[in-house]
């Protein structure tokens, strides 16, 4: 809850409190352990972080230490943009998500749980050098790069609608961990890349993935894009545990991108990510958040939904499904079609695998 960069920012911590409320409020957490998160330790932030980057950000922190800091050097860090104003704790803060995210790791790796959840996690723009688009120390990447260093091979799998880039940009040259996200387009959105051609260099090539969508994409062809490449990928790629970033900002009403996915999206997605990781890695699955931003309207629904799936008891979640899903005018949906399957075709040349709608 203290990861809050400022009083008006659209990333507000409360969305988590609010879904957890409402999974407790239909009887969900009686089918879960509430475990508590812990303050990452400098060690493992530098599972994918700088010294120096680490450093920055701790000194930033501190209202008393900040002042000696020149401009370039924020700038460099990412603090110079007002996605990432400098806020008082955002160490402790950001690594107390970190945390979150590797207690999650460690109970799933040993065997105290079967699947877990940090909605407070999925911070997937933070890169080792650099704070990016709200998120300062990325505790999805970590908790990968941790469960790598126990020896898994680890996909991560990322639905938020802005590209998983810090993510992607970690582990580009490391063929043990996939990094796949379907996001908006990097023509229209934030952060601008995620184009199919980015697959990977080196020995890593095919273990990074991209599937862009257009402004406007519904669930249909969503959920289209989303059964054309996971399972495939991931039964390609044999991963022995499945991180997820759930960001759940392709909502019609969220008010910082343009694809119009209602929440009927969400049971479908927590049950596929269920069902391989029971096919393809023993049960392992870390799911995070993500981005969400209408705090009140979709985030608690939507990640009570995909919580649903992950105690197998979807029927307590059923009213949360928006009644009226959004479609577009009949042009714009057709211009979605066309273009996932020219970008769906791109993939599948560049990863050498066929995939279809
Ligand atoms: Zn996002």
Redesign the pocket.
């Given at each position: 809850m203290t990861y809050r960069l400022s009083e008006d920012h659209p990333l507000q911590p409360i969305r988590v409190k609010l879904a957890v409320e409402l999974m407790r409020e239909l009887g969900l957490a009686d089918f879960a352990e509430l475990v508590p998160p812990r303050v990452a330790v400098d060690g493992e932030l530098r599972l994918c972080h700088s010294k120096d980057y680490v450093e920055l950000v701790r000194v930033l922190s501190e209202p008393d230490l900040r002042g000696g800091v020149g401009p370039a050097e924020i700038a460099a860090g990412g603090f110079a943009s007002p996605d990432n104003p400098i806020a008082d704790g955002m160490h402790e803060a950001c690594a107390a998500v970190v945390g979150g995210s590797l207690v999650a790791a460690e109970a799933v790796h040993s065997g105290a749980a079967l699947h877990a959840f940090n909605p407070a996690g999925g911070l997937h723009h933070a890169s080792r050098d650099s704070a990016s688009g709200f998120c300062v120390y990325n505790d999805l990447a970590i908790a990968a790069a941790w469960l790598r260093a126990q020896g898994h091979r680890v996909a991560c799998v990322d639905v938020?609608?802005?590209h998983g880039d810090g993510t992607q940009a970690l582990f580009y040259s490391d063929p043990e961990v996939l990094t796949l996200s379907l996001h908006g387009s990097g023509r229209y959105l934030f952060p601008g890349t995620g184009f199919p051609d980015e697959c990977g260099v080196g020995v890593a090539r095919g273990a990074a993935a991209n599937l862009p969508l257009l402004p406007y994409t519904w669930d249909e062809p969503w959920l289209a894009a989303f059964e054309a490449t996971v399972p495939a990928l991931l039964r390609e790629f044999r991963p022995t545990v499945l991180v997820t970033q759930d960001?759940c900002?392709s909502h019609f009403l969220d008010p910082l991108?343009h694809l119009q996915t209602s929440t009927a999206i969400w049971p479908r997605i927590g049950r596929r990510f269920h069902d391989l990781a029971h096919e393809l890695c023993e049960g392992r699955w870390v799911a995070t958040g993500?981005?969400g931003y209408a705090i009140r309207e979709v985030v608690p629904r939507a990640w009570t939904l995909l919580f649903a799936e992950m105690v197998e008891h979807p029927e307590l979640a059923d009213g949360l499904v928006d009644a009226q899903p959004f479609a577009p005018p009949q042009g714009a949906q057709e211009r979605v079609w066309a273009a996932l399957e020219g970008d769906l075709r791109a993939l599948s040349d560049q990863l050498e695998i066929p995939l279809s709608l």
């Open positions: 938020d609608v802005h960001g900002d991108a993500g981005g």
